[in-house]
């Protein structure tokens, strides 16, 4: 069992341009828009005249929140570029804009695997989905959102990648599971991105610390005989990417392989050390992966 952090750098198609005070400045594509981020708790780097360029700038209002911009084309969204592949950025009432760069290295890592039936779980807008598609595979995307679910065809489309072997599943992924295993279906590799709370379509109720066990051990037995590979991320439930790291020990006692865990992170572009010797990195989540 091996700790790693993941870092994406600043690229063309996006970069954390500073963050501080509970913000973060970030440019997607030619747009730079200003988010909350509470795990920026820092001073900001940039002066108020480059936050001050923003296009857009999402302002928490009660339990949601809305977008102030000057630009009255903010919200239809716009293509980006990003890690090969093309994503529609789109800002939403909830703050996510559709797409999740401190996940690059993973959609790197899933890429080399060369996996040939992934099952995408909680898979949103289909980073993932379309990462392991351009690597071959053939791919089951299952989101309890209709929006999600369409986003990501629209993403996989966009990337020249809507003609690849991708079924697109709007369920619970509790209940998704369960009927797979009862058609015998398996898969080389498993890919999840739980969130803290959700509901399912039908109104199933998902709470992590109640159901991810559960949907862990059914995991288990979608598996083929001689599985690739099991990836977890995580950003909101407030656990350490060892009780991550712990869970996928039952694979590799079975199968053999490693393990490697630690945090997502993003780089700042902005060009100042920190006392470390490094540019200042946003904390963005965690994961865990096992590998044979």
């Known amino acids: 069992m091996e700790r790693i952090n993941l870092t994406t750098k600043p690229s063309a198609g996006y970069e954390l341009l500073d963050s501080g005070r509970e913000e973060k400045l970030e440019r997607f594509g030619e747009v730079v828009l200003i988010r909350p981020d509470p795990q920026a708790l820092w001073e900001k780097k940039l002066g108020a005249g480059e936050w001050g ?3 857009g700038r999402y302002i928490r209002k009660g339990n949601g929140g809305e977008w102030q911009s000057s630009r009255s084309d903010l919200l239809d969204g716009w293509p980006i570029k990003f890690g090969g592949l093309q994503f529609l950025i789109k800002p939403t009432s909830f703050k996510h804009v559709g797409l999740f ?7 790197e890592w ?11 779980l909680f898979g ?6 379309l990462a392991a598609a351009a690597a071959g595979a053939s791919v089951m995307h ?5 929006t999600a679910v369409a986003w990501a065809r629209e993403n996989a489309q966009l990337s020249g990648l809507d003609k690849k072997p991708i079924r697109w599943i709007v369920e619970d992924a509790l209940t998704f599971v369960k009927r797979e ?21 039908a109104g199933e109720l998902w709470k992590f610390e109640e159901n991810f066990l559960e949907l862990l051990a059914l995991c288990e037995e979608l598996l083929s005989e001689k599985p690739l590979f099991v990836l977890i991320n995580g950003y909101a439930a ?55």
């Open 101 to 107: 760069p401190e996940q690059l290295s993973n959609w």
């Open 142 to 146: 299952v989101d309890a959102s209709k």
């Open 124 to 129: 949103y807008t289909g980073g993932a989905t």
């Open 181 to 201: 295993i009862k058609r015998g279906t398996k898969y080389d590799a498993i890919i999840m991105d739980p969130p803290a709370f959700g509901h399912g379509p």
């Open 238 to 292: 407030g656990y350490s990417p060892l009780a991550f790291a712990y869970n996928l020990e039952r694979f590799e006692k079975k199968y053999g392989g490693t393990i490697e865990y630690g945090d997502l992170g993003i780089e700042e572009k902005s060009g100042s050390s920190t006392a470390l010797g490094i540019n200042r990195l946003l904390p963005c989540g965690i994961f865990a992966r096992w590998r044979t």
């Open 53 to 55: 360029k923003a296009h």
């Open 110 to 120: 899933i890429s080399t695997q060369k996996p040939t039936n992934v099952l995408n």
